[in-house]
C-alpha cells in the first residue's frame, strides 16, 4: 500500500430494521479494525442530514465508498444530496448472493453468520479501498 | 375494520461513530422489540432525505421520540427540519449520568455493563412511550 495513502471515508446504511443495514454497518467496522486501520474512516450518516461541516468536510476531502442495506440507499444518496460523488457504492444485500451459505440474522446485534459475512466483505473491499486510497479511482 | 391503535415514532441516532449510537440503536430495538412492540414503529433517519413524502411525513403521522447519542442532536433536528417537531427528545448522556452509568467505548460488541446500560436506557424510551401514549 502507498505510504501516503489518503483515508477513504466508508459510510454504512444507518437503518436500524433491517438485518442487512446491520451488515453495511459491521462490514465498515471490520473495514476500520482490523482490514484497512488507518485507512478507512467512517462518520455518522446523519451528521450530512443536519449540514455538518466537519462531516462534510471529510467526505468532500476524501473518496467515500457507501453500503447501503435497502434499495432505498440513503448512504449514496445522502452524500450526493450535498452534491459529492461517491467513488464506490454496494448494496448489502450482494455480500449476502455471493456468499450463500451465510445467511444473516439479527438486527442490533448481528449472528455468527452475519459477522462472518461482514468479514468476507470487508475483505473483498479491500482491494477497492486501496484503489482509492492510492488515488487510482476518481 | 379494526380500531387504530396510536403508536409512537421511535427516531434513534444511527451514531455509526460513537458508542453512544451504537447504544441509542440496541436501547431502540428493545422498545421495538420487547418492551412495546404494539405501540412503536421506527423510521431510518437518513429516509428523511433519501425518502419521499410518505418517509418525510414521519412526525405529522406519529407523535415521534427522537434518540440522540451526542450533543449533536442529529436524530431531534432532522426531525424537527425535514419532518415534525418530535413530541419528546432523549439524550444518552443524560439519561446515563441520570442513572450514574459509565459511557460506552465500544462501537460493536458490547460488552455486559454496555449492554445493561442498553436496558437502562430502553426503559426510559418505554417510559417516554407510555408519557406520549397516556398525553
Redesign the interface.
Known amino acids: 500500500m502507498n505510504q501516503e495513502a489518503r483515508k477513504v471515508v466508508v459510510l454504512p446504511c444507518s437503518g436500524i430494521g433491517k438485518v442487512y443495514g446491520a451488515i453495511a454497518r459491521e462490514t465498515t467496522y471490520e473495514l476500520m479494525d482490523r482490514v484497512r486501520p488507518g485507512v478507512v474512516v467512517t462518520t455518522c450518516l446523519p451528521l450530512l442530514v443536519i449540514d455538518d461541516p466537519e462531516a462534510l468536510r471529510l467526505v468532500r476531502e476524501n473518496p467515500v465508498i457507501t453500503i447501503d442495506g435497502c434499495p432505498k440507499s440513503c448512504a449514496h444518496r445522502s452524500v450526493e444530496a450535498h452534491g459529492i460523488k461517491v467513488a464506490k457504492t454496494y448494496q448489502a444485500i450482494n455480500f449476502y448472493k455471493a456468499h450463500k451459505d451465510l445467511k444473516p440474522d439479527g438486527i442490533a446485534e448481528l449472528d455468527e453468520n452475519g459477522r462472518k459475512l461482514a468479514a468476507v466483505a470487508a475483505d473483498e473491499l479491500a482491494e477497492a479501498v486501496d484503489e482509492l486510497a492510492a488515488g487510482e479511482v476518481k | 375494520m379494526g380500531l387504530e391503535v396510536l403508536k409512537v415514532g421511535i427516531v ?7 458508542p453512544e ?1 451504537t447504544l441509542s ?2 436501547a ?3 422498545v ?2 420487547e418492551l412495546r412492540p404494539a405501540e412503536t414503529v ?10 419521499g413524502p410518505e418517509e418525510r411525513d414521519f412526525a405529522s403521522k406519529y407523535p415521534t421520540i427522537t434518540v440522540d447519542g451526542c450533543e ?1 442532536r ?2 431531534q ?2 426531525t424537527e ?2 419532518s415534525g417537531k418530535p413530541s419528546k427528545s432523549l439524550l444518552i448522556p443524560e439519561i446515563l449520568e441520570k442513572h450514574g452509568i459509565a459511557k460506552p467505548t465500544s ?2 460488541n458490547l460488552r455486559p455493563e454496555e449492554k445493561a446500560a442498553a436496558q437502562v436506557v430502553a426503559e426510559e424510551i418505554a417510559r417516554a412511550v407510555d408519557e406520549v401514549l397516556e398525553g
Open positions: 434513534s441516532c444511527s451514531g455509526e461513530a460513537i449510537g440503536r440496541l431502540c430495538r428493545k421495538l422489540d421506527t423510521i431510518c433517519l437518513p429516509l428523511f432525505i433519501a425518502g449533536k442529529c436524530a433536528k432532522s427540519k425535514l462501537l460493536r
